[in-house]
């Protein structure tokens, strides 16, 4: 599967922004689809994931209760919505997909890999 992360730029402290990945194949609704991001001179780190159905998600602890994720395996879509945008989460933004089940969370259960596409959230 490949995958085209798009809707990154700049935005300010409290705004929001949204994501989106497009997904080429017609097996997507096959897998788990994750967000990652990985900040300058950092680690990429797991933010956010919805299992194949799109009726469970996860989340890192930094990103709850701002952050959205949802699914259309009709359209190979995966959205994350991004609300109450800090400073902290400027990154460049992953989205990934996992034959995993469940919502995996670790970079290692990920097999295919967007571009990233990159927020910048100015104070």
């Known amino acids: 599967v490949q995958l085209q992360a798009s809707g990154g730029g700049l935005v300010q402290a409290g705004g929001s922004l949204r994501l989106s990945c497009a997904a080429s194949g017609r097996t997507f609704s096959s897998y788990a689809m994750g967000w990652f991001r990985q900040a300058p001179g950092k680690e990429r780190e797991f933010v956010i994931s919805?299992?194949?159905?799109?009726?469970?998600?996860t989340y890192a602890d930094s990103v709850k209760g701002r952050y959205t994720i949802s699914r259309d395996n009709a359209k190979n879509t995966v959205s994350l919505q991004m609300n109450s945008l800090k400073p902290e989460d400027t990154a460049v933004y992953y989205c990934?997909?996992?034959?995993?089940?469940?919502?995996?969370?670790?970079?290692?259960?990920?097999?295919?890999w967007g571009q990233g596409t990159q927020v910048t959230v100015s104070s």
């Open positions: 919805i299992d194949w159905s799109g009726g469970s998600t």
């Open positions: 990934a997909a996992s034959r995993y089940s469940g919502v995996p969370t670790a970079t290692s259960s990920y097999s295919y």
